[in-house]
């Protein structure tokens, strides 16, 4: 009696929009062999709202409340670009307070996500108590946040021009109670992780991405980072205030999860350094940039006096983007967020075309997964840090 | 020809009063029940003591809601299961598909036949004693393999496949550990010397196997990719709903009460005290010439240490990430195997020196 002949098929399996892993509903169909990952195809879009679409017809003003629902992990980012764009496009210049101002609340907000990358991070490793610890951490930064914007995370807190509203009275030294805390807790999160012999084993030499291969890629931020290559905007743009503080780029050789991982922590750090440089340093004057507010383009009318500065406060729902265009980027956490901007002479833009990091990074989750095992899938998805608030927008 | 023994003696006066014979048959139910009642209680305990000890893990608190304390909580968790739908998948092997947990449970009950609550208070006074323990555990993976494939779900195929190779790789080290406390005394030695005279000591390489390959044995973190929720939603245990998942999650926690009552006996010191140096066992030995005060401190003492062990390896769960398939089955076999094979060695070796 013959024995039937065993086909080898490969098994697809689908990883589905909805996975008790936290990274979004990023759908991803793998195609295995046993253990071993062939093929692996991301399939996006579960979350698009239409956020581009969406921007070119409410006007600069109304856009804010979109914005932050890009990144919403860290909100002052994807706000900061808003407001740079037409800023930069219209050369509105922003006063010494506000730029530190702003910088203490952009790093404050790229520790905030950095932690909350670490925690799924953690938990899709398998160890699930990280993910209560950052939480502890994020909750004060939410504190700070909501003495100052109003709002624990969706902010809406840049203007063109400036902020919004000066800090209150005693946010200074809540800041810096916060960041002696915090950096008790990093040296806690280094103990526990970094060292532990079982995390080590799961992430080291897994999705190496060379220095080359990062560059021809278009990655950015901690990913690129991690492989060598010294390249932050921070340092490489100077934008607003940070070449006005001592820090370091952070990088590492290897390119693998392990760099990723200490890249970000080292970021954290790095952060915690500029906070505390920006409030010894923060000088007084005046939070925003008021010119924004002129109500007439003409610039000797009466509509532009004094009296009708503080009527409302959001820019006046005639200020007009002319006829250029311009590409403004930031160094987000995840990595480079960039808008392009076309300006149409009116108060809507032509095109506004938003360049997430998460969107871009993604690209080379297939090549990395090709030969690695099912269980590494997790570890590469969660150390190029995406969101799929951005990646889908 | 009559045999006459006193056993059948015994059985004729009883035979002869026909109201004694129910009760006769009776009373061999007596210990079963309140084994297994104490099991379930041990379930509830552990359960509860899980979600608290996790919670004060990760800053927060546990059940508080459901009874004082929260310790009604297992109870209404299991009652919830109960009274759920319970589905079956359409194209699955309903068959095997039914029986799959209930031969996990069933293989992790048999083994508290054996466990030794006190002196002489074993349920199955049997001559092989802990090696049924192994061998009847080893019926796991078939449960574990029939619910995985009777789920027709990549997943939880993968997921039985996953835990089937895993329960097997694990099996090998532990018997190797058990093998070589078998050579010493078990119980009755650990008890001269108190605390210092536990296996524990004597064989230090073999309690951290043991306490590593049954931690795998039980598929608890830092072994629990069978059921990686990140990876495979729930491994071989997706698609059960109502009381086939209470079936699952009761095998769970039966496995780890066994598995600890099992580190108590072989190398913690058992029902001894072990205190040394203290007056109190001499009062205690007038108690245990008693009986029944004596048997219960015997249990206490033996409950107090598998839990002991328990918060040892719930700890665990909550601080140590996940390994990867392949790098558990390395353990299990590159490094944990060679490691008990040397262990057996040295024991045996040492046996020779001292006779």
Redesign the interface.
């Known amino acids: 009696m013959t024995v039937p002949v065993t086909r080898k098929d490969l098994m697809i399996v689908n990883m589905g929009p909805h996975h008790p892993s936290m990274h979004g509903v990023l759908r991803l169909i793998l195609t295995l062999d046993g253990e071993d990952v062939i093929d692996c195809e991301p399939i996006l879009g579960y979350l698009h709202r239409g956020m581009e679409k969406n921007s070119g017809k409410p006007n600069n003003s109304t856009i804010s409340t979109y914005v932050t629902r890009w990144d919403y992990l860290a909100t002052m980012f994807t706000e900061a670009i808003t407001v740079n764009a037409p800023e930069k496009l219209e050369n509105v210049q922003v006063p010494q307070r506000a730029s530190y101002i702003r910088v203490i609340m952009l790093e404050l907000s790229r520790i905030a996500s950095h932690l909350l990358w670490l925690g799924p991070f953690m938990a899709d490793i398998g160890a699930q108590t990280p993910f209560f610890y950052i939480f502890r951490e994020r909750e004060l930064i939410y504190n700070l946040f909501e003495a100052a914007t109003g709002m624990r995370m969706m902010h809406n807190y840049f203007r063109i021009g400036g902020v919004a509203a000066d800090l209150p009275y005693g946010w200074i030294e809540k800041c810096f109670d916060f960041c002696d805390y915090f950096l008790t807790g990093v040296v806690e999160y280094q103990k526990l992780i970094t060292r532990n012999p079982i995390f080590l084993e799961r992430v080291e030499g897994v999705g190496i991405i060379g220095g080359e291969e990062a560059v021809n890629w278009g990655l950015s931020g901690p990913m690129l980072r991690a492989s060598g290559i010294q390249w932050d905007l921070r340092k490489v743009d100077n934008y607003e205030c940070y070449n006005e503080f001592d820090w370091e780029i952070q990088w590492q050789k290897e390119g693998d999860s392990l760099a990723r991982y200490l890249v970000r922590i080292g970021e954290m750090k790095e952060s915690i350094k500029m906070i505390q440089q920006a409030l010894e340093g923060i000088p007084g004057g005046p939070y925003e940039n008021l010119e924004v507010r002129r109500f007439d383009r003409a610039k000797n009318s009466e509509w532009n006096d004094f009296a009708y500065r503080f009527i409302s406060k959001k820019p006046s729902p005639n200020f007009e983007l002319s006829k250029q265009e311009l590409y403004a980027r930031v160094e987000a956490p995840k990595g480079e967020l960039g808008i392009y901007l076309i300006g149409d002479n009116s108060v809507f833009p032509w095109r506004w075309k938003i360049r997430p990091p998460g969107f871009i990074n993604l690209q080379i989750l297939p090549e990395l997964v090709k030969r690695m095992k099912l269980a590494d899938i997790m570890t590469i998805l969660g150390s190029i840090d995406i969101i799929m608030g951005e990646v889908d927008r | 020809m009559i045999i006459d023994t006193t056993e059948v003696q015994t059985i004729n006066s009883f035979s002869t009063s026909g109201f004694f014979k129910e009760v006769y048959g009776l009373i061999w139910i007596i210990p079963i029940l309140t084994l297994i009642l104490e099991i379930t209680i041990g379930v509830l305990v552990i359960v509860w003591l899980e979600r608290e000890i996790s919670a004060a893990?990760?800053?927060?608190i546990g059940p508080e809601y459901a009874g004082p304390l929260g310790i009604l909580q297992a109870i209404a968790d299991g009652t919830k299961l109960l009274l759920k739908e319970d589905l079956l998948p359409s194209r699955g092997d309903i068959r095997l598909f039914s029986v799959g947990p209930s031969i996990a449970v069933i293989s992790v009950l048999l083994s508290y036949l054996v466990i030794p609550f006190g002196y002489r208070l074993v349920l199955a006074d049997l001559g092989i004693g802990v090696f049924l323990w192994i061998a009847i555990s080893s019926i796991a993976p078939i449960g574990l393999l029939m619910s995985g494939y009777g789920s027709n779900n990549?997943?939880s195929f993968?997921g039985g496949l996953r835990a089937a190779a895993q329960s097997i790789s694990y099996e090998i080290p532990l018997t190797l550990c058990v093998l070589s406390i078998s050579l010493l005394d078990i119980v009755e030695a650990q008890s001269k010397y108190g605390f210092w005279g536990w296996n524990l000591w004597r064989q230090p390489i073999g309690f951290l196997v043991f306490l590593i390959s049954s931690l795998a044995e039980c598929e608890r973190?830092?072994f629990?990719?069978p059921e990686?929720?990140?990876?495979l939603?729930a491994g071989y245990q997706t698609e059960y709903s109502g009381i086939k998942y209470a079936l699952f999650y009761l095998a769970s926690y039966l496995n780890l009460l066994v598995s600890s009552l099992f580190v108590t006996v072989l190398y913690l010191g058992g029902w001894n005290f072990s205190i040394p140096y203290i007056p109190i066992p001499e009062l205690f030995r007038i108690n245990q010439m008693a009986g029944i005060f004596g048997m219960t401190i015997d249990i206490f003492i033996t409950l107090a240490k598998a839990y002991l062990f328990l918060f040892i390896s719930i700890t665990t769960r909550?601080?140590?990430?996940?390994?990867?398939?392949?790098?558990l089955l390395n353990l299990g076999w590159k490094f944990l195997l060679p490691i008990s094979l040397g262990n057996l060695l040295l024991t045996t070796s040492s046996q020779l020196v001292s006779l």
């Open positions: 893990i990760q800053q927060r990549k997943y993968s973190l830092p629990d990719l990686a929720e990140e990876e939603v909550w601080t140590l990430p996940r390994m990867r398939i392949d790098q």
